[in-house]
């Protein structure tokens, strides 16, 4: 009796920690249970029989295009003249101003601006398989079939929404000012304690990290003043001039959780991913 009744409470304990385990994989199963799993092991509409490697559709350990400071990135990237900018809109309510299509966002744009297919990559999985300038890796493809503007054999279906298109007029402003301008790597580590130019916004933060200025805006997500990838993640760049926090797509969207819907950093109930940034 003694000892039957640790060893049930080691078996509930036991259980218990099994359950929690379960818990958090089923909130963030990771990449291989969302639509960014590409390959044949995926889920999605868009699957390829070519190969069962995840990460090959967008990362290659070797070889990568170093256009854009974007990590070890397998495809090739556009260039940012052929992009037509949110700016070009002309709202008189924008304030910051908007750097060449670039960072992280060029590297989401080349597979989302729909001119190149999916299994285009730089190096294909296995031996061997280098082409700097991309090819198409063979297999077949479920999803939609590629239209003759198209490098290689899958693309989005005409007209849906995740077929950007190279007009980003129509989508939320990337590679823009965050707060249409104010913090620099000038500022001090923490939160920032200046004004962004347009007030309407909420106050980013700052860390220095192997001697490199990060910003993110801290959410009710985790805590506050550590950057999370439930942060909303703004990224640097020196394009205008000044080293400063830019939002681009990734500052939104985190590429490989299955956590929330459309890949976004925070759930967005009561629009809080927006509430993340604006002031409204
Ligand atoms: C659909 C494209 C895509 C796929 C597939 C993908 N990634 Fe990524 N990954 C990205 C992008 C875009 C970034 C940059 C994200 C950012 O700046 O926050 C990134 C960043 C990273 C980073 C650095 C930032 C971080 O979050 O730690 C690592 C490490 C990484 N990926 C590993 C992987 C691995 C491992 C796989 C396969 C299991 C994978 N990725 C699959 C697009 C992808
Ligand atoms: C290797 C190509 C590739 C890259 C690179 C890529 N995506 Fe995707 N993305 C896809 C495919 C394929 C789908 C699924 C389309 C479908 O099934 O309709 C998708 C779907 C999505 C969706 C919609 C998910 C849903 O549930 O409907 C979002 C949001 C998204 N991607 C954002 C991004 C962002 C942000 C980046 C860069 C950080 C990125 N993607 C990079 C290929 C890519
Ligand atoms: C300011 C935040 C933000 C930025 C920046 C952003 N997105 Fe999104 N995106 C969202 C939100 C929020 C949704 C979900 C919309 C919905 O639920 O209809 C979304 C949805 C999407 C979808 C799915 C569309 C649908 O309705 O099925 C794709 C694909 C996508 N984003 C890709 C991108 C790409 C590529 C970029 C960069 C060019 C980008 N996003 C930049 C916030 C953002
Ligand atoms: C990561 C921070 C961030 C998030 C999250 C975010 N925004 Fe923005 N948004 C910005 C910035 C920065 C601008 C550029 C504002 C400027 O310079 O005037 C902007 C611009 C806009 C504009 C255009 C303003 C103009 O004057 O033309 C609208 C509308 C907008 N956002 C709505 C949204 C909505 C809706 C969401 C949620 C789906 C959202 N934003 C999420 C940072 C963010």
């Not at 809109?89 to 744009?109: E, F, K, Q, R």
């Not at 007209?159 to 950007?164: E, L, R």
């Not at 707060?179 to 004004?195: M, P």
Request: with cysteine.
């Amino acid at each position: 009796m003694n000892i039957q009744l640790p060893n049930r409470m080691n078996l509930l304990a036991g259980a218990v920690i099994a359950l929690g385990i379960l818990s958090i994989n089923t909130a963030n199963a990771g990449i291989s249970v969302t639509k960014h799993n590409l390959g044949s092991t995926g889920t999605g509409t868009n699957t390829f029989d070519g190969t069962q490697a995840i990460c090959v559709f967008c990362h290659t350990p070797h070889g990568a295009d170093t256009s854009a400071s974007v990590p070890l990135w397998n495809r090739v990237l556009s260039s940012s003249s052929s992009y037509t900018t949110y700016d070009s809109l002309g709202t008189t309510s924008l304030d910051g101003a908007v750097a060449p299509v670039g960072s992280v966002s060029i590297a989401c744009l080349s597979c989302h601006d729909g001119t190149q297919a999916m299994n285009v990559m730089i190096n294909a999985p296995g031996s061997g398989g280098y082409d700097p300038a991309g090819s198409a890796l063979a297999g077949t493809w479920t999803g939609p079939a590629a239209t003759a503007t198209q490098v290689g054999s899958l693309n989005y279906s005409t007209g849906s929404i995740v077929n950007i298109g190279t007009d980003l007029s129509n989508d939320h402003p990337v590679g823009i000012q965050y707060g249409g301008g104010g913090a620099t790597s000038a500022d001090a580590d923490g939160a920032f304690g200046g004004a962004t130019a347009d007030p309407d916004f909420i106050k980013p933060y700052k860390a220095t990290i192997n001697a490199k200025p990060v910003w993110w805006v801290d959410t009710s997500v985790g805590t506050t003043g550590v950057r999370e990838k439930t942060d909303m993640q703004l990224y640097t760049r020196a394009d205008l001039g000044a080293t400063e926090p830019f939002v681009e797509c990734a500052s939104c969207h985190n590429p490989h959780t299955s956590a929330n819907p459309t890949f976004l950093r925070i759930a967005n109930t009561g629009s809080a991913v927006c509430l993340a940034c604006h002031t409204k």
